[in-house]
């Protein structure tokens, strides 16, 4: 039978309709659009500090059979993913960094974004020892807080490094020299980034600004000249803090969520050390701290998508429950694990934000040169 020209139009107008009503419905709803034809593959740099997220077997078989996702994700410091040119020659999909500010950072190096969204957080600590926590405490730095977790007055803290005391003057008996603290190094890595922020905004009383930047950068760069060696990512550094102990590495900066992790990636593991080691490790709230937040940036559009599938509430609750990121509004996910219940502070009310992109970029070209 004959179709005539009139039924032939409308059809082809009905079939477009359904089309990008399709198109319409699947960007709507990511968590089927994985069940409709290959896989796209995309590939970008993330933070160390997610590492073990992205090689998570559940995560990455969610992203495929949910989403369509499949990652080719490579590991790079934060601050040198948006601004080393050949990391950005190589024409990345998708940053992964691990803080608001170097989205940024990322437009000032040419950085075209399609889309930006933070996906969850993970607040600044610090990593120590028992027995090294226990002499904070005692000498008036720190206090407990109930269960192997402590705050810790991180202003004071800074101004007995600048002023170079020892650690027997603070309190911590059987330590050699001069007290430091430990973090990555600021030009490469988010951690030691944000905690160049964070002493530049508590030792000028507020949120540092580009005007009195050259009141204190001088003692931010003795902070950071005390250090020493500075690892070029935070989980080199956990890894190190972890391997060298309290004599080795007394108290290093890093996120909440590296400590969860690596109890629950080997359980058995983590009540060894527990049972057996000569300082145990603790975790150090500074008051206040700095939300690490991690934002994916899309470069290409086809990335854009990734955000979609990141925010779905199956995989920020794996996140938590697996990795301890906290998500959305700095919240605890639904997961309670006992190892790790005593150890965390579920609401943390005093947080600093972050300084302006041109204040940081101004304050790594001096910290580059301490």
């Known amino acids: 039978m004959a179709i005539s020209r009139r039924a032939f139009g409308i059809g082809m107008l009905a079939a477009s309709a359904a089309g990008t009503g ?24 993330a933070g160390g500090e997610k590492e073990g997220l992205l090689a998570n077997a559940r995560v990455r078989s969610l992203l495929e059979r949910r989403f369509g996702l499949i990652l080719d994700a490579r590991r790079a410091g934060s601050v040198e993913m948006v601004r080393e040119r050949t990391l950005l020659d190589q024409k990345p999909q998708f940053l992964w960094p691990s803080s608001s500010v170097l989205v940024e950072v990322a437009r000032n190096s040419g950085v075209k974004i399609s889309r930006d969204q933070v996906i969850f957080n993970s607040p600044i600590v ?79 009383g507020d949120v540092i600004a580009l005007d009195s930047l050259g009141r204190i950068d001088g003692d931010v760069a003795t902070v950071f000249r005390r250090m020493g060696y500075k690892p070029p990512s935070s989980g080199k550094l956990f890894d190190d803090y972890v391997a060298g102990g309290a004599g080795a590495q007394p108290l290093i900066v890093g996120y909440e969520n590296q400590l969860i992790e690596w109890v629950l990636q080997d359980a058995d593991r983590w009540k060894r050390v527990e049972a057996s080691a000569p300082s145990k490790p603790v975790i150090l709230y500074p008051r206040p701290t700095a939300f690490s937040a991690h934002p994916l940036i899309s470069i290409d559009r086809a990335a854009d998508e990734l955000i979609d599938a990141l925010v779905n509430e ?57």
Request: hydrophobic share 45%; no cysteine.
């Open 22 to 45: 399709g198109y319409v419905y699947l960007r709507q709803h990511p968590e089927i659009a994985g069940r409709f034809g290959e896989p796209k593959r995309l590939f970008g740099f």
């Open 126 to 204: 610090l990593y120590s020892w028992d027995r090294i926590a226990d002499g904070l405490v005692k000498g008036g730095f720190a206090e407990p807080a109930g269960g192997p977790r402590y705050t810790v007055d991180l202003l004071r803290v800074l101004k007995a490094v600048i002023a170079g005391e020892t650690w027997e003057a603070m309190g911590v008996s059987g330590l050699f020299g001069r007290a430091r603290i430990v973090s990555t190094d600021p030009n490469k890595s988010n951690s030691g980034f944000m905690f160049a922020g964070l002493t530049a905004s508590l030792l000028s």
């Open 314 to 370: 199956s995989l920020l609750e794996l996140a938590w429950e697996e990795h301890g990121f906290r998500g959305p509004l700095g919240t605890v996910g639904k997961a309670r694990n006992p190892l790790l219940q005593s150890r965390l502070i579920e609401r943390i009310d005093a947080v600093l934000p972050m300084p302006d992109a041109p204040v940081m970029l101004a304050l790594l070209d001096r910290l580059a040169t301490a």
